[in-house]
């Protein structure tokens, strides 16, 4: 295809839209500038319309040719809720980007990615660089239902994936946990691990991964505003000291975090988050009862 990188047309317009489950939308997005530079680990945010709040999503994968980029987003909120509901052909107001540091691509051996719920989106980019650079990859994939698991054919053409489900829909019934510990006593405990989803999720990892000493990085996901160090709302505590994960990250020494602060910085604005979703829908069915 044939594109000027810094023309401004078309630009951040979703060329391509495609629904992965009831509340986890893929968008391909007109990024050029964006798509030249990005790596695994990089995170962009974005605004879907004017006054609309800044939210950071995962580069999920990016094609310099074509100028575009992938985002997979789940609506839990106002904010990602609107996000979905764009459609193919709209646009989403900036995005800004590529940020974060991305992580260290080397050969360690076997890798295991653990990714729960959207986290395996997140994963995906960074099992795919190590499985380039000629690692052997394992996943365990875990989400509430079979309904909410994402790119388990995309996981499984990288390498062995091993799927989990709180309710047995899917794969066992059980956690990532459970399947990781099953690794180890079979004596299969990888050279390194990734990890990214639920905190409570990766912080369980980490403690499992903790007796086998197995280095455990976990992408970190606070609370972030303007993405590049100015604000420090994305402080984390990592080996006792602050760091913030939106330029020092997002990816951390998972036995180094403090999964317990970070937990509880996530839930500080969890009841205004709670009434805006609760307007919005409100809101909405007011628009559509008028239609
Ligand atoms: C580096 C990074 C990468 C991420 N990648 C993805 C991804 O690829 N796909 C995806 O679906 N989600 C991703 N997230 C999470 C996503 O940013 C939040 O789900 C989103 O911000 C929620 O906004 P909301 O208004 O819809 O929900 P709200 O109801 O406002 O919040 C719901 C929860 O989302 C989190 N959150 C809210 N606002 C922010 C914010 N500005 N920054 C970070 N977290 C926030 C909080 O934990 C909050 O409790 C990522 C987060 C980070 C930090
Ligand atoms: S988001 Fe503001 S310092 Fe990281």
Redesign the pocket.
């Known amino acids: 295809m044939n594109h000027d990188i810094y023309s401004t047309e078309g630009l951040y317009k979703i060329v391509e839209k495609t629904e992965l489950s009831e509340t ?1 939308s893929q968008h391909v997005i007109y990024a050029p500038l964006i798509a030249a530079k990005a790596k695994a680990g990089h ?1 962009v ?1 974005l605004r879907s319309r004017e006054g609309g ?8 994968d990016w094609n310099p040719e074509r100028g575009t980029v992938t ?13 979905n509901a764009l459609k193919q052909g709209d646009s989403f107001l900036d995005v800004a980007g590529p ?2 540091t991305p992580v260290e691509i080397k050969n360690w051996g076997t890798v295991l990615g653990v990714g729960g719920g ?2 395996i ?2 994963l995906y980019p960074i099992a795919r660089a190590y499985k380039e650079a000629g690692n052997k990859i394992v996943s365990i994939l875990g989400a509430r239902n079979k309904g909410l698991l994402i790119l388990e054919k995309e996981m499984a053409e990288l390498g062995e994936v091993i799927v989990t489900t709180d309710d047995g829909s899917a794969g066992r019934k059980g956690l990532v946990t459970d399947a990781m510990n099953d690794l180890y006593a079979a004596g299969r405990g990888p050279d390194a691990i990734f990890t990214i989803g639920p905190i409570p999720m990766m912080k369980f990892v980490a403690l499992a991964s903790l007796p086998h000493k197995t280095p455990t990085f976990a ?7 303007d ?1 590049t160090g100015m604000c420090g ?2 402080r984390v505590e990592i080996g006792g000291k602050p760091k913030f ?2 330029v020092d ?2 990816m951390f020494d998972a036995h180094q975090t403090n999964f317990d602060a970070l937990l509880k910085r ?2 500080a ?2 009841e ?3 009434e ?2 609760e307007r919005y829908a409100r809101d909405h069915q007011c628009r559509i009862g008028l239609h």
């Open positions: 986890i995170f945010i709040e800044r939210i950071p999503v995962t580069l999920v985002l997979i987003i789940q609506a839990i909120g106002k904010s990602t809720t609107e996000m940020l974060g959207v986290g989106a997140e992408s970190l996901n606070p609370v972030m505003l993405g709302g994305c994960a939106c990250g997002p996530t839930a604005y969890r205004q988050e709670k805006s979703l």
